[in-house]
């Protein structure tokens, strides 16, 4: 039985567990990340995979991270919210650990994560729709996890929706993410209930009777109970993740989309709406096999999975 | 030297050709489409094909139709503009000449044969782009031919790229095709020339003084004299060009953009700037390499070209 | 009985009438519009109102024209279809004539005529949209004609609806008269039936099969024979025209708005959705009396007769 | 010397003061504003008024609130702070204080005391923008204040500028007060330094680090330091605001815009860049005036004053 090891390295804390074959986590470990110094980081990460490979076999590692990947799975080129820029995390890990490494985009280790163990099992093209803060994407075609020319491939959250729409970190206007993520619910939450406070006094009891402590949380518990601006809120997710789903089958024709991220917790509040949007908008509908949409089946887990797993496919 | 025949099946007519394995077409034969009848139209396709074969040794045939053809290259599922409904072309086009079949749909035939041995020879990422009446798109991926899982992909005209824009014959609106084509090119002109005759005052005289005169041959030519309004319809032209470029790359990474079809022959008009928007646009410019964007280079055989290769290469 | 003399004079012809205190016209002549040279255009009014004059005993002459009147009502500023730049309208016709003269916009005339003697007796507080290929406005006010500070008030067409939208011959974008107008209709009209021209089968075997011929006609007798794409332009009207009502109860808060001009002849096709269109989107609805909507009746000849009872009441 | 009281009724207090024909307030009253019940806020305008009255001879008194006032100026048909519903505020308050009362919704109040005494002073078109949490109009025209048909004009925040744009209180979407007023500028300025938290530094950090807690004040001081983000979003409130006054030139015409509203007290900021837009867009431009654009003089007392003045002008 073969095992390797994933780590999925996010902005606060580094998670990390050896995998077998079948995905199954044999041991599970989680350290705060450091200080942003990028040796540090390395440090973090070599120590938790040589506790982690303590009286194992282990083939390889995995590691996920937020950021723009290169092509060889080597260089971290540009990571948000870390401190790396044009960062030879492939070569310093595997010199500290003494494995061989390969370095994936975190939202790409999830996709290939859900598709080998999880709501993709058995599919050949997969689009995988992360719904945190932002939008997090990762594709598999033919089977194979897609990365791109560079690398960069699968930055979903970045397609254009609306021309001159809402700013964008990212530097662009109108960005998908702006439209159908957990930030975008909280603002179009806001927004209804500085509007029409008498439609979401659920929701405002909640936050404790003021618009700006509306969170996801209110939204959706308020959403659960009937107040009419929290789902009209979820409405507008449902309606811009659905367009957004058409727009990737016009390009990518994939027999599956999944779900995932933190929004997907209360996918009960929009995915069905979300559903009958996608079916509305998707070009040559009636001349065409309707992709699947699923949730996310191994939660928090999936990129550390995933990474582990391309660690094994190398 | 093995040789392959590559059909390119238009609405008005058939166009033919014997392709060597270095691309060359050997012999070319054009035939009108005759009238929409599917037995009608395949009967000429073998007739065409035979013609072509006599006296050959002829490997396999492809087949190149505007239309949705399914993932196993057999079915022509919808065809807008022949009455091919669920049409089992190649079959029926197997049986008549003997010979293996592969039916491929038209856009990505000719993005195969610009990528084979055209603008893209060499690269691995293509995106491609034919500007017509609408816009018509073909994507290879890690060096194959993308198709997606029901053989429906690259369809990237209908991306949206207006909430609730121009309605598009797809039975969407604000489809991509509507804002960067040819047909969008002469409403734009129009629209600039109804608007503001006095800016438009050079086209407006090409095209009789009559604004529903205008077409792309007017358009052109007055941009190319510098009338101020065809100018402009080019420079939206070139932004929507430009910006869903960028799109793409979000999502796909591509290594380069190749633009043909007939508007591409007015490139010196437009494709500057579309190279402009594209770089501004583009999610994460300066910590990416930058996709190339060329022109072209097959003309109106790309499609035959591809087809035929295609075929060599079921 | 005091006569006056109303003159409306338009780009290709120039309408006059002998009009009494019951707004009767007593007497009616047509002349074409000379050329552009404005001494012509003045010679040829002169001309007209001396024969209708002649024999009778004229109080004043009141001439409407389309065009930037100054709040004097002397002056044209600027008229988009005849040559008239700073044109001293008034002082030139009355010492050919030898008779008072006001000059006003042929819009306001129109709603003067209107509220008089037509659609809009009685009502104090009247919006006055004329749909032609734009849309022309006239206000009253507290029983009065509105003309503004510098007598260019009640420009209508030319408020912003949609940002960055159409381009408009005003040389800004958007304006309402590009949506809410014969030129919208027949934009929208060849927009839907180039995209599905299926749904248009009736008004293009009207236009003889072809997009470009399609005018209002064409749209309106479609239209009424249930066509679904002429239809569907006609309910783009009504909301526009809807919407557009309803921002200009926003400021204005009328009694009653007079839908007039060529288009209003196709007003069965579209009034009721304008009205359903204005009450849903009045701002205070449910808090406020809703302004009734009705069709002009004084046809053609509203602006002579206005131009008449301004004269008289100068 | 004549003597009259005007009072400015707020949903948290009560401004009252006498005032004498010049136009100067004599004598100035602060009270909270009592709980919503109708008649104890009658009861407390009364208790102001006589206290204010004792030992003066008083003519009138002018009553200003935020609602919708019908023509008569006698009820307040509708005010969304307060438990007003078809209130008969003027026959209470008159039977509590025997004097003449007049009833004037607060932003025509502020308008005109603005046109009588402030930057309106000779004027005879003058539209009166208030600034505030949303936007509040008035309109003087020919020398009277406009009410409309039914007392509910000048309501200009309420004008749709973007189809489907953002929710309103006012149960429509899209109306100007979501793009051009205080809390737009907020909204507009978190939403950048949400995006782009590198270009907010001095307004982030003003704010405690939170976004949240960004508000006006932040907006103002870090846009006076220099911030970027807080540049850019005085400069979204400055185009908005530019393009509102062109689409009311294109109807009114007015010969001077008023600026006032706590936002006013930023004007510096936006301004000149509002005049610019104003001048770009507005339409006609060059072949007629160009209104001016004025900052109100009377802070918060003009509706006081206003108020005081339009009942000696009963």
Not at 57 to 73: C, H, K, N, S, W
Not at 181 to 186: E, I, K, P, Q, Y
Not at 302 to 311: E, F, I, M, P, Y
Request: aromatic share 4%; charged share 25%; proline share 4%.
């Amino acid at each position: 039985m073969a095992l390797t090891i994933g780590v999925d390295i996010g902005g606060t804390k580094v998670a990390a567990g050896v995998v077998d074959d079948d995905g199954e986590i044999v041991e599970h470990m989680l350290r705060p990340t450091p200080a942003r110094e990028p040796d540090q980081v390395a440090a973090t990460i070599a120590g938790v995979v040589k506790e982690l490979a303590h009286g194992r076999e282990i083939e390889a590692v995995g590691l996920g991270a937020a950021g723009f990947v290169d092509e060889t799975r080597s260089l971290v080129r540009f990571a948000p919210n870390l401190a790396w820029r044009e960062e030879p995390l492939r070569e310093k890990v595997a010199s500290l650990v003494g494995l061989p490494v390969v370095v994936e985009n975190d939202a790409n280790a999830m996709a290939w994560g859900e598709v080998r163990y999880g709501a993709g099992r058995g599919e050949s093209h997969v689009v995988c729709i992360t719904l945190g803060t932002g939008i997090g994407g990762g594709i598999v075609l033919d089977g194979n996890l897609y990365r791109g020319r560079w690398g960069m491939g699968a930055e979903l959250g970045h397609m254009q929706v609306v021309p001159e729409g809402r700013p964008c970190g990212c530097d662009q206007r109108g960005c998908w993410e702006q439209y159908a993520s957990g930030r975008a619910l909280v603002r179009d939450a806001r927004e209804i209930a500085t509007a029409h406070p008498e439609r979401a006094a659920l929701m405002l009891e909640l936050a404790g009777g003021t618009v700006d402590d509306i969170e996801g949380e209110e939204v959706t518990e308020a959403a659960r109970k009937g107040d009419p601006a929290a789902l009209e809120a979820f409405g507008l997710l449902a309606d811009w993740l659905g367009q957004g789903m058409a727009d990737m089958a016009a390009v990518l024709d994939p027999g599956c989309f999944i779900i995932g991220g933190g929004v997907s917790r209360a996918a009960d509040l929009f995915i069905e709406r979300a559903r009958e949007t996608f079916v509305r908008t998707l070009t040559g509908g009636g001349h065409r096999p309707v992709a699947d949409i699923r949730l996310a089946e191994l939660g928090a887990s999936a990129g550390l999975v995933g990474a582990a797993d391309l660690a094994r496919l190398r």
